[in-house]
């Protein structure tokens, strides 16, 4: 197997089962998915609250289009808004992360009136036209501009140069509360309150895409609430479903006021808003994101012990938790697979990404910890 059939998605390990933080192959050996399938299940594979909503949802009433109310997602819709900073109070579902932040986008432009977007070096936001002109990386891009432009970036975790860049014509200011795919990259105290004063200031919409920090991974249900800064859009999806495709996007009201329509047709299905509502009442009645900051700070704390010298850093808030290596992170993921059972996820060339699933326990921590250790102190990863 080369590094890139591993990058590329063609892992060679053929699954068929998951329970709680394990994934099992048809071989029958378990992986222990440090990645959370890229943060996508928070309470673990299979969680049994969230398959018994779905089931029973899917044999009741499998779908029905958005202008029918019904229960599931009127059930969710409440969830969703209860979970976020009061006034974020109205909120719409679609399927994806990218879709939500394509719809944060055009609620922004049409709210404002302006067309002007603001985003962050490292940042990302999706594939699709809209939120990939919001996204950093050339890699992604090149090949398909010129795209929905109209973007200008300014380097993340900058609050002066963000306050600067916004003016009158600004729509948005998008940016994540702490950069997922562009590194685990935690900004300085204070950032995401300048950026709160700047677009208030400018009549802008500040977005904040909680697509990969939400759903309790950072300590609180959304990361911005340990900034205690509340944006004018939060977008959301990964683990909004505990699996499933879902997306949202909550606003507030001169937002939804000043919003021209939108919408998609699978846009709240009654399956997968039964799955949001049984992932967030799970989350919130058991309290996971406590837990989250808990296993967070075990985990960061054992691996600065263990690993030391042998890495440049360890950061990050809550199970959201980038190691940065002195070697490159694709091949230190690939011996934790095949060599450990251990699944990560690299987050750019040199940072090896955990993003456990919330209900990972001391013991499985622990596993994680002594593979870790493995990995990084031999010569070869
Ligand atoms: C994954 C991700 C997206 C894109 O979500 P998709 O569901 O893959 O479209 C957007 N923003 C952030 C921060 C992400 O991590």
Not at 8 to 29: A, H, N, Q, V, W
Not at 67 to 73: A, C, D, I, K, N
Not at 84 to 92: K, P, R
Not at 212 to 226: D, I, S
Request: overall charge negative; glycine content about 10%; aromatic content about 6%.
């Amino acid at each position: 197997m080369s590094d890139h059939d591993f990058i590329s998605g063609s892992k060679p390990i053929p699954l068929e089962r998951g329970e709680g933080s394990f994934l099992y192959s048809t071989d029958g050996t378990e992986y222990l998915d440090a990645g959370a399938s890229y943060a996508c299940t928070p309470l673990g594979h299979s969680n049994p609250a969230v398959v018994d909503a779905v089931q029973e949802q899917v044999g009741k009433l499998t779908f029905v289009d958005s202008s029918f109310p019904v229960q599931s997602r009127e059930d969710a819709y409440a969830a969703l808004v209860a979970s976020t900073h009061d006034g974020l109070d109205s909120a719409w579902f679609c399927n994806s992360g990218t879709e939500a932040n394509e719809a944060a986008l055009k609620f922004a432009r049409s709210a404002t009136g302006n067309s002007k977007i603001i985003a962050a070096t490292r940042s990302f936001h999706g594939r699709t036209m809209g939120s990939l002109a919001a996204t950093w990386k050339d890699k992604y891009k090149k090949p398909f501009e010129p795209l929905a432009g109209d973007v200008e970036f300014v380097p993340y975790g900058d609050g002066e140069e963000l306050a600067d860049a916004v003016d009158e014509e600004t729509a948005a200011v998008i940016l994540e509360p702490i950069q997922g795919e562009g590194g685990i990259n935690v900004p300085p105290a204070g950032y995401l309150e300048r950026a709160r004063e700047a677009t208030e200031e400018a009549g802008a919409a500040l977005v904040f895409d909680e697509v990969q920090t939400g759903m309790g991974r950072t300590g609180q249900m959304w990361a911005c609430q340990n900034a205690g800064v509340t944006p004018d859009i939060l977008t959301t999806a990964k683990g909004l479903g505990n699996g499933l495709p879902v997306g949202a996007v909550a606003v507030r009201d001169w937002i939804a006021d000043g919003a021209a329509s939108h919408n998609a047709t699978f846009s709240g299905g009654p399956v997968v808003t039964a799955a949001v509502h049984a992932t967030i009442s799970t989350l919130v009645e058991e309290e996971w994101p406590a837990h989250a900051a808990s296993m967070g700070d075990y985990l960061t704390t054992e691996l600065e012990a263990t690993l030391g010298d042998e890495v440049r850093e360890v950061r990050g808030e809550g199970l959201l938790i980038g190691i940065e290596l002195k070697r490159g992170a694709n091949r230190a993921a690939r011996d934790l697979a095949i060599n450990h059972q251990v699944l990560a996820l690299p987050a750019g060339r040199t940072v090896l990404r955990l993003l456990p699933p919330l209900v990972i326990d001391q013991e499985e921590a622990d596993q994680l910890i002594d593979a870790l250790g493995a990995v990084i102190a031999s010569d070869d990863s």
